[in-house]
Every structure is written in C-alpha cells, then in structure tokens.
C-alpha cells in the first residue's frame, strides 16, 4: 500500500501514540519486577511488563520502515515533547491495586484496538495487530480475572477494588484523546478511530464491573486527561524516560 | 522484632522472629495447584511444577506465565495438590517386580514383519 505524504504523517502519528502507550507502560509495569505481591503474580506482572516491551519495539520497526529513526533512537533519545504515550501510562505505580486497575482498564482498549488494527487496510499494521493478539488477549484475562475475584471477594476487597475504579478510570479516557489528522485514517479504512474505539471499550469495562460488583460513575468531563497525544505530558513521562535512558546515555554508540 | 529479608515481600508481612504457631488463616496462606502442560493437541499433559493460588481459576491464570511462557502450550490443566491420591512412599516396593516382566510388553511380539508383509501385499493388489 502506497501512502500520500498526509495519509503516512497521519499513520505514523498512530503508531507512535499505540507504541509509546506500550513502552512507557511497559516500563513502569516492570517497576514491579521483585515486589510484587506474591511470587506467581510478580512473574505474570513482569512478563507482561516485556510483552508490551516487545509490542512496542515491532512498531517503532515499523516506523523505521517507513522512514523514521531506528528503534533504539526512537525509544531512547526523544524529547519529552516528543512522545505520544497517554497520561494513563506515565502515572508513578502505586499501590498494587492502582497498577492492576490501569493494567485493566489499558489492556482491555488494547484488545479492542489491535482488533481494529487487524482489520487495517495498511497491512504492516494488520500484521503486527494479529501477531500480538494473543498476548494481549492473556493480559486482558489476567486482569479480568483479579478484578472479577476482588470485586466479589470479601468487604475489603470490594472497597478497595471500586477505590481504584473510581480513580483510574476518568484517567483511562485519555487513551482515546483523538489523533491529529484521524479523519484521514478512517477515510482509508486504516483505523477507524479513537472514538469508535473508546464506544465499544465502554461497553465492554460497563459489562465487566458490572458482574464484579463494582459502581461505575461517570463524574469528570472525558477530556480532562488530555494532552498526551500532543506531546503535553504529566511531570511523571520526565523522571521516568531519565530512568529508562540511564543506561543507553552513558554510551549511546555503544554495541550491545 | 520481626524477621527482615532481601525480599520485601518477607519483610512487610512482619513476621515474628520465633515462630509462633497459630494456624494461619486461609487469606495468608494460599493453596498449592498441580500444574500439567500439553505441547501439542492430542499430546499427553504432563506435570511440570505447582503454584499458590487462591483458587483453581487464578492457578489457571497465573499457570500460564510460570510454565508456558517459554515453550510450546496449547492447554494447561492445574489441580489442587490435595486432590490428588497418591500412593504411599511405603509401599513402593509394590513396583518392584515390573522391569522383569518384559514377556507381558506388546513389543515382545514380532509383529511388524507381518504388517509389512501384508502392506506390500495390498500395495501389489
């Protein structure tokens, strides 16, 4: 598939936003490599943590592809201003229902989109889309699983499970802040859009705390955690790309 | 004083330094889940290892991270360990016998000959 020069500046933009959401997730998710709160858990949690690794790295060779940097440049050596990852993501950890709640709410729109990628009319996308289903699909259990067993296990559970509903939920809707120049990807049948996208999510979260239990309110005005998109970020993207970059600049020509 | 460790996963549950000896409650001590992997469809599932979990839904779940990451899956059994009845360590010399009796194996049987014999035939046919 031949791109015009507007069609691919809109297709990159795309990738780089569904790319950094998965490295800068990824590395804070496997900030919990060592702590989590039981043996099997933090084994599960940090693998988990590498797939998104790895997800990202097949779209940022994509990008490579078509013209941009290599991965490592890419990921390592951007500006803050640069990256396309949603708030969602950069938020520090938390406690272990915080990130399990983002692992949630993040991973069930990452199902839905490489589902929607998978039907791409840019088939170096629909590739990529289909060759990580699966993973994403496990993550999606994963987290289903732990939010249906706290939902519906005892008091405490319960209480502390809608706590973390309640906060990282109106922090989710930044995942779907629209991309510059989208119309042009749904014209194409490349993508059908960070709307649509976000419709069929809510469906989906809607039917899922539901059956755990849990009270959905719809409270904050779904823009509030814009900015992402745009490369307007929390406070938290900056101390969290130092830490990540460390190594690579002590020694970026460095052969590994 | 309460026991300290490299894993913080010891260190914040407080344990006391002698161990006292209440029964723990079920929500601090998870039961252990067998757990058996299948390489390919059809094939045999075989035991790899076990895991805590609190139940058999979670042991599923988390089965897949601890066991099937690294090689080919396409199906995981887990069991709770207590479900299973195994024989006794005492009375392991019930087995004792069984490589001598090699005369009751099919492989005994000189077989293959005549299945060729008669795969030729048919193929002549």
């Known amino acids: ?256 | 004083m309460s026991l300290k460790s490299l894993d913080p996963r010891i260190t914040r549950e407080e344990l006391p330094d002698v161990p006292d000896n209440t029964p723990l409650k079920d929500i601090h001590h998870w039961n252990t889940f067998e757990v058996f992997h299948q390489s390919k469809t059809g094939g045999h599932h075989i035991h790899v290892g076990s895991l805590h979990a609190p139940n058999a839904e979670m042991a599923l779940i988390l089965a897949k991270e601890q066991y099937a990451r690294r090689y080919n899956c396409v199906n995981l059994w887990v069991v709770k360990t207590s479900d299973i009845l195994a024989s006794k360590k005492e009375d392991e010399e019930i087995f004792e016998t069984t490589p001598e009796k090699l005369y009751r194996e099919a492989s005994g049987y000189k077989v293959m000959e005549k299945i060729n014999k008669f795969k030729n035939e048919r193929k002549k046919g």
Not at chain 1, 69 to 79: H, L, S
């Open chain 1, 1 to 256: 598939m031949n791109l015009n020069p507007e069609t691919l500046s809109a297709v990159k933009n795309l990738i780089y936003s569904t790319a950094d959401d998965h490295l800068v997730l990824g590395h804070r998710n496997s900030e919990w490599t060592g702590l989590g709160p039981i043996l099997e858990e933090d084994i599960a949690f940090s693998s988990m943590a590498q797939d998104k690794l790895g997800q990202a790295l097949a779209l940022y060779q994509l990008l490579n592809k078509l013209g941009e940097r290599d991965p490592d440049t890419i990921a390592f050596t951007r500006k803050e201003n640069e990256f396309r990852c949603c708030h969602l993501t950069e938020y520090p950890i938390g406690d272990y229902g915080f990130s399990l709640m983002r692992h949630f709410l993040f991973d069930e729109a990452a199902l839905l989109r490489f589902d929607m990628l998978s039907n791409s009319g840019f088939t170096e996308l629909s590739h990529i889309a289909k060759k990580f289903r699966g993973e994403i699909k496990y993550h999606v259990m994963h987290a289903e699983e732990w939010i249906k067993q706290l939902g519906n296990g005892n008091e405490e559970s319960n209480r502390r499970i809608q706590i973390m509903f309640d906060t990282v939920y109106p922090l989710a809707h930044g995942i779907f802040e629209p991309l510059e120049n989208e119309n042009i990807l749904i014209e194409n049948k490349i993508y059908e859009g960070e709307n649509e996208l976000e419709q069929r999510w809510r469906v989906r979260i809607g039917k899922i705390v539901k059956d755990a239990n849990i009270i959905l309110n719809e409270t904050e005005p779904k823009d509030k955690h814009y900015g992402g998109r745009r490369g307007m970020h929390t406070e938290y993207l900056k101390p969290l790309l130092l830490e990540m970059t460390e190594v690579f600049s002590i020694d970026p020509n460095a052969e590994w």
